[in-house]
């Protein structure tokens, strides 16, 4: 099987921890409902799932969390809030670097926010280091819908097994391995750097026609003695029945 040419992650739980409890907090502090309801309300309600898709500006969801929870800062005390609750997985940022050292385009695929999306690239310098995003909100969609992988492909110019897929939520990995993507569950940044490491030395667009390692130019031309067998032994064999 040839090597995948480029590596999806998903975003929350894999490259970013997150704690919707944090910005509960200091959100009710400035409200008139508990912490744990304006966490509820926040993460559980389809208020999130309609920002996420992008139905909801900034705006809305800041009008709509301030009549339900009293708050009453600012909307950019509240953007700091909502959005302040992340933390980075340093061994997949460390993963990640060395893949695009080698040269393999990485990628996040998230369903995500303005307001998460804004902080992220404010705030955390290892957001940049990616080839491009594919963030829910943009496009009206959300994983595991099938519409959000099928901007994937288009923004990659890739598809089925070139595609090497992680994602904490096992109905989004099974999304990308309806579409023939190679898609794993992540459940740790070594099981995750496992994986990559035995779909062997990923290849990089560039990489293939800058210089072909001897290896990999002897395992190309034992492939094809292979195929060239392969056909000589069934040709025989159908001359000789
Ligand atoms: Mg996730």
Do not use: C
Request: hydrophobic share 40%; aromatic share 12%.
């Amino acid at each position: 099987m040839t090597k995948p040419k480029a590596v999806i992650f998903d975003l929350g739980k894999v490259l970013v921890d997150f704690d919707y409890s944090i910005a509960g907090r200091r959100i009710a502090a400035r409200g008139r409902v508990s912490a744990k309801a304006v966490q509820e309300f926040i993460d559980h309600s389809p208020l999130l799932f309609r920002f996420e898709t992008g139905q909801v500006s900034q705006e809305q969801f800041f009008a709509e969390v301030r009549a339900a929870t009293g708050f009453r800062g600012t909307i950019e005390e509240f953007s700091e809030f909502f959005a302040d609750i992340f933390t980075t997985i340093e061994p997949m940022v460390k993963l990640n670097a060395e893949l695009r050292q080698r040269g393999v385009p990485t990628y996040i695929f998230s369903n995500t926010n303005e307001l998460a999306i804004s902080h992220l690239r404010g705030r955390f310098p290892f957001f940049s280091q990616f080839n491009d995003y594919i963030l829910s909100y943009k496009h009206g969609a959300m994983k595991p819908d099938g519409r959000l992988y099928e901007v994937v492909e288009r923004q990659t110019g890739l598809r089925g097994t070139d595609l090497l897929y992680f994602d904490d939520r096992a109905e989004n990995v099974a999304a990308g391995t309806a579409r023939g993507w190679r898609a794993f569950v992540h459940h740790t940044p070594e099981q995750t750097r496992e994986i990559i490491a035995s779909t062997d030395r990923l290849e990089s667009p560039n990489e293939s026609s800058r210089s072909v390692s001897s290896f990999s130019a002897n395992r190309v031309a034992l492939k094809r003695s292979a195929s060239v067998l392969k056909t000589v032994a069934k040709s025989y064999l159908r001359a000789s029945r």
